[in-house]
């Protein structure tokens, strides 16, 4: 992102002082990953994408988002965007979001499905993918 912004430059949106704001969205996502995380730990079952969950973790930030540690990190890279203030950074932010639904969210959740049945299928159907 920050390297489109300056490679290839385009009408800023944002001036400051707003642009500042970006820090607090940034600040906001990575307190959301710690969160989540944490959680995780708690629970004892790994953050790790592609390792075997040993439990379901729904407290927390996983009451309203099934990936909060997602969500944290396009929250970051909102906060990115909005920080460097020009068009060009924002074309990242959605293309993100697809490239972690597609490669990573989407098997995660055929495991945690074949892993945890009924379960699983219960919460999903009570909480969104992303918010």
Same mark, same amino acid.
């Given at each position: 992102m920050v390297a489109l912004h300056f490679? #290839? =430059?385009a009408k800023q949106l944002v001036v400051m =002082?707003? $642009?500042?704001?970006g820090g607090l969205l940034m600040v906001a996502g990575l307190v959301l990953n &710690?969160? #989540?995380d944490r959680l /995780?730990?708690?629970a004892g079952t790994t953050v790790k994408p592609f390792? =075997?969950?040993t439990s379901l973790v729904h407290t927390g930030p996983f009451s309203f988002s099934r990936n909060p540690m997602y969500a944290g990190m396009l929250l970051a890279l909102a906060g990115l965007a909005l920080a460097l203030g020009s068009v060009v950074p924002w074309f990242i932010v959605p293309l993100f979001a697809w490239v972690i639904t597609r $490669? /990573?969210?989407v098997p995660e959740e055929r495991k945690l499905e +074949? +892993? /945890?049945g009924s =379960?699983? &299928?219960a919460y999903k159907s009570k909480v969104r993918r992303w918010l």
């Open positions: 490679v #290839a =430059p =002082p707003w $642009r500042l704001a &710690v969160w #989540a /995780f730990k708690d390792d =075997p969950s $490669r /990573f969210i +074949a +892993a /945890f =379960p699983y &299928v």
